[in-house]
């Protein structure tokens, strides 16, 4: 049997090849874009990903009889130490840490088979369709349905919030199959190609000038049963986990092998870096308020990865249930925000009055869109609901429609 090569040898081994093949990062990283460079950026990032799968660098995690690498947490944190300072394609951390974990744990063997190389390979983009305008928070609420057809099923209703719709390929699609059941339990997972036909894809203007959210109106799109993630009516089976995947992700935690320099817990030392760099631009560098918040950025740095790993080892050991995973989520989604917000009281003024291509400018715009990670993954507000109740076992929240079918809970609210 081969020796694995220590995550020492491998980081080693990832860093040279990186100095000689990615760009260096762009530290304007997180700004809005306009549509024609954000394509340009997204085929950059495909043939990036293309570039680190063809060097046996891509899916370090995954295992290998479907493209990956099949390794350890420690290589891939190896990686993305090797990474610091350069271009990674970011654009696939939803595809890689939320949606093909997802596939691992749920797809068929041809459904992995034919997908995750792809994706490993920066060939597919995937995106996942579960939020809709009347069901957020109560997601199992959706109205979304997917009738049978024979070995089909016929998809009607509207999806929103969907990050990167417009140049994505797939979409994990939560639909209604039984409206008879509870709500719960009369749900199924699709995938579906985006650009099927009846599937409009709807950017959405943002306050930060930006469109990367969508909205998407299924009329009719006809999907074959193979399409199925896990079992029908299973759905909602599928949902949980591919939220645990979510929460991870926006931690710092999944699978995905990039985490953009400019953000997450485990890019934080350039966090750390740019805000005493920000500090000394504008003349605060010896202010003792200002080095105060400086120390507030770098503790909450040092916190981040020594949460993880013991969450992890936590969840490991089966001491903590897989829900727990919104414990790192909460933190991480808390401490990036309040990071950003230290930036923007750091640069005061001249962070918010200078424009978005300037160094300065860069925080005010990352402070407009840093209420993202407190929603994205399941709002803050949520994942308290599921540490206290799925993790410390305090009651359940009151929830009248519990046990009744659906189609009896649309009639009330039609009342």
């Known amino acids: 049997m081969d020796q694995v090569e220590s995550p020492e040898a491998f980081g080693r081994r990832a860093r040279a090849w990186i100095v000689k093949n990615l760009p260096p990062a762009d530290m304007a990283g997180g700004l809005e874009v306009d549509?024609?460079?954000?394509?340009?950026m997204i085929t950059q990032a495909r043939e990036?990903?293309?570039?680190?799968?063809?060097?046996?660098?891509?899916?370090?995690?995954?295992?290998?009889?479907?493209g990956g690498q099949g390794l350890t947490r420690a290589h891939q944190l190896a990686w993305r130490e090797a990474a610091a300072g350069y271009q990674v394609p970011s654009a696939f951390n939803v595809t890689h840490g939320i949606l093909a974990p997802t596939l691992?744990?749920?797809?068929?063997?041809?459904?992995k088979t034919r997908h995750l190389p792809a994706i490993l390979s920066g060939h597919e983009l995937w995106v996942q369709f579960l939020s809709e305008p009347s069901a957020g928070s109560d997601l199992a609420g959706l109205l979304t349905r997917a009738?049978?057809?024979g070995d089909s099923f016929i998809v009607n209703g509207s999806k929103i919030w969907s990050t990167g719709a417009h140049f994505s390929d797939y979409a994990m699609v939560l639909c209604r199959t039984n409206p008879d059941a509870p709500k719960h339990g009369g749900l199924s997972m699709l995938y579906m190609p985006i650009r099927s036909r009846g599937v409009t894809v709807t950017p959405i203007k943002l306050v930060t000038g930006g469109s990367h959210f969508c909205q998407e109106f299924f009329d009719d799109v006809v999907m074959p049963e193979s399409n199925l993630i896990g079992a029908e009516n299973d759905g909602w089976r599928v949902a949980s986990a591919l939220l645990v995947h979510e929460r991870n992700m926006v931690a710092g935690n999944s699978l995905n092998d990039h985490v953009p320099a400019t953000s997450g817990d485990e890019g934080a030392a350039a966090a750390g870096k740019e805000v005493i760099e920000l500090a000394r631009a504008v003349?605060?560098?010896?202010?003792?308020?200002?080095?105060?918040l400086i120390g507030e950025v770098l503790v909450l740095q040092a916190l981040a990865d020594p949460a993880i790993a013991r969450v992890n080892a936590q969840l490991r050991a089966g001491r903590l249930p897989p829900p727990a995973s919104a414990l790192v989520k909460?933190?991480?989604?808390?401490?990036?925000?309040?990071?950003?917000?230290?930036?923007?009281?750091?640069?005061?003024t001249q962070a918010v009055l200078n424009g978005t291509g300037d160094y300065l400018g860069v925080h005010a715009q990352r402070w407009l869109a840093a209420r993202i990670g407190t929603i994205a993954g399941g709002s803050n507000e949520m994942q308290r609901n599921v540490i206290s109740e799925r993790v410390l076992g305090f009651p359940r929240e009151p929830s009248p429609d519990r046990g009744v079918p659906f189609s009896q809970v649309l009639s009330s609210r039609r009342r």
């Open 283 to 292: 003349g605060r560098s010896q202010d003792p308020c200002t080095r105060q």
């Open 330 to 348: 909460l933190m991480s989604s808390m401490s990036q925000y309040r990071i950003k917000e230290i930036a923007l009281e750091i640069g005061g």
């Open 104 to 111: 691992l744990d749920f797809g068929t063997e041809e459904q």
């Open 147 to 149: 009738e049978r057809d």
């Open 35 to 40: 549509d024609d460079a954000e394509m340009r």
């Open 48 to 66: 990036l990903q293309k570039l680190i799968f063809d060097a046996g660098f891509a899916g370090i995690r995954y295992p290998v009889e479907f």
